[in-house]
Structure formats: structure tokens, C-alpha cells
């Protein structure tokens, strides 16, 4: 089984910043397609960012130059730079990734999720 555990969630006021780690723990083969996605109250969870094995990343419009999406594979880690917070950014921000197993197929995981507030 995988698990997929995000930290560095939290408060910050309008302007600030934040580091989001997403950790991959069990019996993983390989790391595919890594990405955060993240929903605010009411609305549908939404993509914020994705990344390749390989490192090509892909961001959604509403966080194009102030968001960073990296991965380290030896450490099993993705991780997300956010600058330039707005309140609009306040959601639940949920790590999502294509794995493979040991001897499996690739399957897809999500993380429980981590509250970013922005607020003044």
C-alpha cells in the first residue's frame, strides 16, 4: 500500500509564503506523474500543479508565476513553493500521484490533504 503525507500547511497573511511536502512511503517501485491539487469551501477540487519523473512541470493559470512544483525521487518527496499568497489560495491542498508498485501496475493516490489559510 502507498501513503501520501503532506505537510506545511498553514497560516500566513497576504503576500507571504509557504512549502508544501507531499511524502511517499511503502513499497514503491517507481514515481510517475506527481502533482497538488486543492479545493476551497464550495467549490470542486481544482489542479494547481503536476510534474513528470522526468521533471516537466504543468500549473494552472491562477498560480503561473508564483508557484513552484519539485520532486525529489531519491527522497520520494514532491514539494510546493507558494509565493505571493492571496486569499483566494485559501483551500485544502491534496497531493496526488501515479505510482507503481513493487510488481504492479501504476495506480493513482491521494494524500489526506493539508489547510492553507490566507488571511490577514
Known amino acids: 500500500q502507498v501513503q501520501l503525507v503532506e505537510s506545511g500547511g498553514g497560516l500566513v497573511q497576504p503576500g507571504g509564503s509557504l512549502r508544501l511536502s507531499c511524502a511517499a512511503s511503502g513499497m514503491i517501485f517507481s514515481m510517475h506523474v506527481m502533482g497538488w491539487y486543492r479545493q476551497a469551501p464550495g467549490k470542486q477540487r481544482e489542479l494547481v500543479a503536476t510534474?513528470?519523473?522526468?521533471?516537466?512541470?504543468n500549473y494552472a493559470d491562477s498560480v503561473k508565476d508564483r508557484f513552484t512544483i519539485s520532486r525529489d525521487n531519491a527522497k520520494l518527496t514532491v514539494y510546493l513553493e507558494m509565493n505571493s499568497l492571496k486569499p483566494e489560495d485559501t483551500a485544502v491542498y491534496y497531493c496526488?500521484?501515479?505510482?507503481?508498485?513493487?510488481?504492479?501496475?501504476?495506480?493513482?493516490?491521494w494524500g489526506q490533504g493539508t489547510q492553507v489559510t490566507v488571511s490577514s
Open positions: 496526488n500521484g501515479w505510482i507503481r508498485l513493487g510488481a504492479g501496475g501504476v495506480d493513482n493516490y
Open positions: 510534474i513528470t519523473s522526468g521533471g516537466s512541470t
